[in-house]
């Protein structure tokens, strides 16, 4: 067996001609423990993401909107379990890591600790909350780890069905009388900064991107992706009559990106801190998922066993 040094070096030469990491492969401790980090915390924050659009199934307007909306919260359903089997690849276990989100251990995205006060809000999170995950996740379709890129492909692909039915959702209401009209421009209002908060603090501030951006995990930095999220959202607002909710916003023809105001890195540290307006609620949901639904892996385990038993 070599020696780690040996090791470490292949696998930096692996990673750095572009060979992609499969989980049977040598690969150094700290890497899988921050794959586990950030595939968690990603599959977390899918699950929590279908509580705030969840509130609206049984309130949609009309049956076609609610189809709409139960398809895309099953979506994210399906996210979240898939990159939950992606982790397991790592040897995480999954128990342990729904117990690390029940116990505050682990994060989730800020963004789902935000409440959703109207209809509209599900426009802004279907245009602007799946607008950020896929500028994200396709970006995350190349990363070095291959069961979390290859995931990244399929999810990506719904992602952008949610994002064209928000934008839908909100070019409607764009459409309709004055009071439609505010409750769209409201909910940008709300929803616009916490959105660009979703990319993570600045690169001078993070602490995870530049070894994350040396093992190809992540290929662009936060402030990258954040900055090709805002350059290709704000034409669309445009396209519909929506103004985002920062009067330093503006094209710079020189550098052919907008540039943007101040965010209030105080509040996203509050949220990620669990002092969010929703993170008690969401966390309490989930737990309490997690006990109603004990019985049923219950009896999924018994009937395996008993198959298993009736097989061998
Ligand atoms: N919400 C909560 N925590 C956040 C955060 C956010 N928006 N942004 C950063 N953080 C946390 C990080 O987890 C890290 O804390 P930790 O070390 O305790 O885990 C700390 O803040 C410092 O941030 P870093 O930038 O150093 O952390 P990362 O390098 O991990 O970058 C990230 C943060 C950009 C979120 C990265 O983890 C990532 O790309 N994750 C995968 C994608 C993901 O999780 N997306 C969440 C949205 S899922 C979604 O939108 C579903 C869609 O279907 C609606």
């Known amino acids: 067996m070599e020696d780690i040094p040996a090791l470490e070096k292949k696998f930096e ?3 750095a001609s572009g060979i992609v990491i499969e ?3 040598w690969m150094p401790e700290r890497y899988r423990k921050q794959l586990i980090r950030m595939m968690s915390q990603h599959a977390h924050s899918e699950v929590v993401g279908m509580l705030p659009e969840g509130n609206w199934v049984t309130r949609a307007p009309s049956l076609r909107r609610k189809v709409g909306l139960l398809a895309k919260v099953q979506d994210e359903a399906g996210h979240g379990l898939y990159i939950y089997s992606a982790t397991e690849t790592l040897g995480a276990d999954r128990a342990k890591l729904v117990d690390d989100l029940h116990t505050g251990k682990a994060k989730y995205s800020s963004i789902f600790n935000y409440p959703t006060l109207t209809w509209a809000d599900i426009g802004a999170i279907g245009w602007l909350v799946d607008g950020a995950a896929i500028v994200n996740q396709t970006a995350l379709a190349k990363c070095s780890y291959g069961p979390y890129a290859r995931a990244m492909i399929r999810i990506c692909k719904e992602e952008s069905f949610h994002n064209k039915q928000g934008y839908e959702i909100l070019a409607s209401l764009m459409k309709g009388p004055p009071e439609q009209q505010k409750m ?3 909910s940008i209002n709300r929803w616009w900064w ?3 908060m979703m990319f993570g603090p600045s690169d001078g501030a993070s602490p995870n991107s530049e070894e994350l951006m040396r093992w190809k995990v992540k290929r662009y930095t936060n402030d990258e992706l954040r900055q090709r999220f805002i350059d290709r959202t704000i034409p669309q607002a445009e ?13 710079n023809e020189t550098t052919r990106h ?3 105001g101040e965010i209030n890195w105080e509040e996203f540290n509050q ?10 609620e969401r966390v309490h949901a989930r737990k309490d998922a997690d006990e109603k639904g004990l019985w049923v892996r219950e009896a999924a385990e018994a009937y395996a066993k008993k198959k298993l038993t009736m097989n061998s």
Do not use: S
């Open 184 to 186: 769209a421009q409201d």
């Open 258 to 260: 907008y540039e943007f």
């Open 271 to 280: 949220v990620i801190k669990g002092n969010g307006p929703c993170n008690y």
């Open 23 to 25: 989980p049977k492969d």
């Open 239 to 251: 396209h519909i009559g929506l103004t985002m909710p920062d009067p330093d916003l503006k094209y």
């Open 194 to 196: 916490p959105c660009l």
């Open 13 to 15: 030469e692996k990673i």
